[in-house]
């Protein structure tokens, strides 16, 4: 810190590292939920067995965070169906996570 500073102690404890950890954390939280809904549209297209566990938990983390998706686009193709229906969802999710990430990086 400049001993000339109009700030005082402010200088010394405000240097951007909380801005750049919670836009980490909010970038890194759209992250996580788009990859969940991109991983249970490739379980689901791919086949994947609905009796296993590991698929089971990721089609209830996909189906919590596209709650307010669900059946927006009504295909006559399932697979269509299921890759929009979590698509748009894990497309927002990485829109604003990392929008807002870059805005808090900014403050």
């Known amino acids: 810190m400049p001993a000339n500073s109009p700030y005082g102690a402010y200088d010394r404890n405000h240097s951007g590292a909380g801005a750049h950890r919670t836009a980490l954390v909010l970038h890194t939280i759209g992250d996580v939920a788009a990859g969940f809904l991109g991983l249970w549209i490739l379980l689901y297209l791919l ?3 609905q009796g296993n566990v590991f698929v089971d938990f990721v089609h209830g983390v996909a189906d919590l965070l596209a709650w307010w998706s669900q059946d927006i ?3 006559e193709s399932e697979g269509v169906r299921v890759f929009l229906n979590y698509g748009l ?3 927002l999710y990485l ?3 990392h929008g807002v990430a870059a805005r808090v990086r900014r403050v």
């Open 47 to 49: 086949e994947a067995n």
């Open 73 to 75: 686009f009504t295909m």
């Open 89 to 91: 969802p894990a497309a």
């Open 95 to 97: 829109l604003i996570g």
